[in-house]
């Protein structure tokens, strides 16, 4: 099963995501947010970055796609779990079948220690970084789930981390936004490249305003 690697650092073992194509959703795309494993070292609060990310890629859709919990976990179409690190690694996505329909599993990796002694001693410090490592990974993983690919450009949450630059800076310019923890759910953090993407696989342009997703 394919999967995209979300990698920081030395990127050994991640891969560029081949372009998975929109999902088969119909307009409605049915979610689930399981509850973290033991040792992920995931907060109580995290399921609400999880919806804040969910909401920012609902928000950019302008309407075309409409996230809601389902019913339980079989039924959902976008599947996120919570799971412990890997050294190197922020998150995954993996494509799935769900009753002949594509979907997606995204695995987050919110302990921060994983991914090297600088980021990680400025999260312990930075509740607002720790938090926007967070929210960046969701939002980056469930594009994937959506259908966007890898990019290139340091400016698009759908950057691969493999062509270098400065990793600190790339949650650094989010966390210089915030003020506290609730404008996470106002600023989606998405860029024009990231918008164009999700346009051509989806058919719409963004919208301005902000849509809540259902929870």
Do not use: K
Not at 47 to 76: C, K, M, S, T, Y
Not at 135 to 148: I, N, Q
Not at 194 to 203: F, N, T, V
């Amino acid at each position: 099963m394919a999967a995209a690697l979300f990698a920081a650092g030395s990127v050994a073992g991640a891969q560029m995501l081949a372009p998975l194509g929109p999902l088969d959703d119909g307009g409605v795309v049915p979610y689930f947010i399981a509850m973290p494993l033991e040792d992920a070292r995931a907060r109580p609060a995290d399921a609400e970055l999880a919806v804040w990310a969910l909401e920012a890629w609902q928000h950019a859709a302008g309407g075309a796609l409409r996230f809601v919990p389902a019913a339980n976990e079989d039924d959902a179409l976008v599947r996120l779990y919570w799971v412990p690190a890997a050294a190197g690694q922020y998150g995954e996505m993996r494509p799935l079948d769900v009753q002949g329909r594509r979907g997606a599993a995204v695995y987050i990796r919110p302990d921060t220690a994983a991914l090297g002694d600088v980021i990680a001693a400025r999260a312990e410090l930075d509740v607002l970084f720790r938090d926007t490592i967070v929210y960046l990974t969701c939002l980056h993983e469930l594009g994937h789930a959506l259908g966007l690919a890898h990019t290139a450009d340091f400016d698009d949450v759908m950057y691969f981390f493999g062509f270098g630059g400065d990793i600190g800076e790339f949650f650094g310019r989010y966390r210089r936004t915030l003020r506290v923890r609730g404008d996470i759910g106002g600023s989606s953090g998405l860029s024009a490249g990231d918008l164009a993407q999700l346009e051509g696989l989806y058919g719409i342009a963004s919208a301005p305003g902000q849509l809540a997703v259902a929870n």
